[in-house]
């Protein structure tokens, strides 16, 4: 799979497109936990569900549609690995879980916060060093990301804040693993839809759980 040159302004346009993605994602969780009748377990399910069948369909549809595909293509069920769906699936069980208490400005500051240090911490640990500019960069974008959520911050809960960072941390653990498979992977889309089909199960399993314990009973219903 080719990829169009990195360029300034290609660079900057999808980290803003990344940035407002992550931002949906925060406020649309939150709705949907605040103002449906459905768990946390459950939630997570259709998350990774959902986004397993589309990718997995958008894979299957891509390589049929592909002139001269060849036959050894990735399939989404042959590509990925079990450490990137564990992270995956740790990530969002824990970003949904966070938020049925945690408010949407407090929940991204803590992601935010766990993913960029976790990042930058493994970065240091194996070598590299960020240049002065990079630090003021940094350091800008810190203070603006709290400027901006500082109206709606409340202090959380210790449980909440600990799955939030956990999911963080998770997160991080699952983008170091594809900046390093990234050059090497044939297809980065297989990949992705093999990593959401293997952390699909592994969030219906969570949920089937926590339902037959009557911890969190499942709600697939119109409420829910």
């Known amino acids: 799979m080719s990829f169009a040159p990195a360029t300034p302004a290609r660079t900057a346009g999808l ?3 990344a940035l407002l993605a992550f931002a949906g994602n925060s406020l649309l969780c939150r709705i949907a936990l605040r103002d449906t009748a459905i768990d946390a377990a459950s939630f997570t399910s259709v998350r990774l569900v959902s986004g397993a069948l589309m990718l997995a369909l958008l894979v299957t549809w891509r390589g049929r549609g592909r002139a001269g595909a060849k036959a050894g293509a ?3 069920w042959h590509a990925g690995d079990w450490t990137s769906a564990l992270a995956l699936f740790v990530y969002a069980a824990g970003f949904s879980f966070a938020y049925v208490s945690l408010s949407a400005a407090t929940g991204a500051l803590l992601l935010f916060g766990m993913v960029q240090t976790s990042m930058i911490g493994w970065g240091l640990w194996r070598g590299e060093r960020l240049r002065p500019l990079q630090w003021a960069g940094l350091a800008a974008a810190s203070a603006g990301l709290v400027w901006l959520l ?3 911050l409340a202090t959380p809960s210790l449980a909440a804040g ?7 941390i998770a997160w991080a653990v699952y ?3 594809g900046r390093v498979a990234g050059p090497k992977a044939a297809d980065a889309t297989a990949v992705t839809a093999g990593n959401f089909l293997r952390a699909a199960p592994l969030a219906l399993a969570l949920s089937a759980a926590l339902n037959a314990l009557g911890w969190a009973p499942a709600r697939w219903d119109s409420a829910g």
């Open 175 to 177: 983008t170091l693993r």
């Open 150 to 152: 500082l109206p709606g």
């Open 162 to 168: 600990l799955l939030m960072a956990a999911a963080g």
């Open 15 to 17: 980290t803003a497109l």
């Open 74 to 76: 990735p399939r989404p």
